[in-house]
Structure formats: C-alpha cells, structure tokens
C-alpha cells in the first residue's frame, strides 16, 4: 500500500463524458493531477475541457469506443505525447442492463462484456510496459457491489463485474513486484447516466432527474481519497458494505433475501 500524491501525476480516465468519470475527472483536476480522458461523446468531453479551462485545469481527450482496439493504443500514444508517460489508469467506461437472463441473448452479453471487462482488461494489457516506468503507478477499476454479490435480472453485469474484481485481485498479486498498485473501487446505486444509457430494461427517460443512489462528485471524492491512500479495494456505502458482509457470513440467508429482488 503506497500513499500518493495527486498533484502532477498523470492520469488516463475512461467514461469521462458524464456520470462518475466526469466527476472524477473533475475532482483530480482540482487535486492538481494531468489529465487525458476519453469516452464516446466528443462534444461532451469538449465541454467538461473548456470548464476545466475556466479554473486553469487543463485535460486533454481522445474520443472513440473503448472496445476499438486501435482507441486503445491511440490513448497510450496520445498520454506518451501529451504527458511522456502515465502513473495512474482509471478504468470507469461502463455500461448496463436489466432484465431477465431467459429473455436477453448472446449480443447483449457479449456487449457488456466488451464494455465492463475485455476493454479495461486490454488496456491494461496495453498500458502495462508504460505504467510500469511511472510514478507510484497505480490502476483504478470501477467495479460494483454487484462484483461482490450478484442479485437477479442483471446477470450479464454481475458477470462482468465479479470479472473485474477477480481481475483486480490476480493483477494486483501478479504486480507486486513492479510496484504498480491495483485499487478495486466497488460503488453502490450511483447518480449518473447509468440508468439513461442501460442497454436492455426500463430507462430513465434523458434528461430526467435521478435521485437514487450517491451522487456522483462523492464517488469520485472518495475514489480520489483511496488512490491518495493506496487502498486495494474501497466498499463506497454501508449499505454496499453491509451486503457483503451478510454475503460472505450467511450465504444461502442472501439468497433467499436477493431471490426476492426485482419481482
Ligand atoms: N450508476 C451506478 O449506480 C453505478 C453503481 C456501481 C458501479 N457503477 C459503475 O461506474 C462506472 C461509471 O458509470 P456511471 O454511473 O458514471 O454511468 P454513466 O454516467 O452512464 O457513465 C458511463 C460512462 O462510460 C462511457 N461508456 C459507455 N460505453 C462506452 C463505450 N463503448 N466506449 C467508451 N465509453 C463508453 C460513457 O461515455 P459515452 O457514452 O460518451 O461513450 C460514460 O462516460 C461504470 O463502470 C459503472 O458500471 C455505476
């Protein structure tokens, strides 16, 4: 566990255009970190760059899909250039579905397997040789409770998420001697696009005021904490914590319990 500072790392962001990405962005620019961010929705990255200009925080972006291979390398090149290099990778791109698994199909699966898992696997397969000549390196991944236990209609992000946690922990033991720290970032029900931009299940309509869940500068204010603190995995909500707690203690109690969700 290695505490760091903030002020002038180099920081590449995912999912960057709304949501928790864009608060994050926001909240380690004020921290004095360099920032490279990238989602698919250019104006919006364009917007959240001329902000940030207002208070003299300057970012750069590439915009593209985090599951074209060639946006991936393109991210690396662009942080050689702008930055020389990077010491922080924040893997935040994500997206859902809700849903019975009988009535979803293997496109959809699949998609959120690109999005949640594969794409932030490979960049850090790409960004590795290059993370490792950095500062205090370190990778941040956005997982879930959901990565911690798993309830009805959303099993193709449960997947993804138990993934990415199971990921976390084998890089983060795999990396110990390169000293590149792997935090896992479990947040609960979130104030964000998530619920507008869900690929199968009942959308909040764009535009509409989601009320559910931490809002989103929290995420990213304690996401920002646990990367200064060198935390390996940070639980953002009692209530995330206390699921998994029971989860761990009494098994077959939480199933019953999640057997009843969604219904
Ligand atoms: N909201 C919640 O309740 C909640 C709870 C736990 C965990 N999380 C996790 O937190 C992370 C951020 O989600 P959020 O709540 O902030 O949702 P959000 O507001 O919908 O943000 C998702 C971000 O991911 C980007 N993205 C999605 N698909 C992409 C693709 N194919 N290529 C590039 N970028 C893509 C979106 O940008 P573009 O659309 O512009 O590409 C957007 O910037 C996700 O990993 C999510 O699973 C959310």
């Given at each position: ?11 590449l962001v995912t999912g ?20 490279l961010?990238t ?23 590439v915009?593209g899909d985090i599951t074209d291979k060639g946006l991936r390398q393109s991210l690396l090149?662009?942080a ?6 990077i010491?922080?990778l924040v893997n935040n791109a ?20 690109e999005v949640n898992f594969f794409s932030p696997v490979e960049l850090v397969r790409v960004a590795l040789p290059i993370l ?7 990778i941040v991944n ?22 990415l946690?199971?990921f976390?922990?084998?890089i ?92």
């Open positions: 566990m290695v505490k760091r500072k903030l002020r002038d790392a180099r920081v960057a255009s709304s949501g928790i990405g864009r608060a994050l962005v926001c909240e380690l620019g004020r921290r004095g970190a360099r920032i961010m989602a698919r929705r250019e104006e919006r990255l364009q917007h959240l760059q001329q902000d940030l200009a207002k208070s003299q925080i300057k970012t750069h972006y915009a090149v662009a050689v250039e702008c930055f020389g290099g010491d922080i994500g997206v859902g579905a809700v849903g019975k698994f009988i009535e979803s199909d293997e496109a959809r699966l699949r998609e959120i397997m490792q000549k950095g500062i205090n390196p370190m956005v997982g879930s409770v959901l990565g911690h236990r798993a309830i009805p209609q959303k099993s193709e992000y449960c997947c993804a998420k138990f993934a946690h199971g976390s922990d084998a983060r033991a795999e990396l110990v001697a390169s000293k590149v720290d792997v935090l896992l970032v479990s947040p609960s029900t979130t104030r964000s696009d998530f619920f507008r931009s869900l690929l199968a299940g009942r959308q909040e309509p764009q535009g509409a005021v989601v009320s559910r869940g931490m809002p989103s500068e929290v995420v990213a204010r304690l996401t920002a904490n646990a990367m200064a603190a060198g935390r390996h995995e940070v639980i953002l909500t009692s209530g995330g914590k206390l699921l998994v707690w029971l989860d761990r203690l009494c098994p077959p109690i939480m199933d019953r319990v999640v057997s009843q969700w969604g219904h």
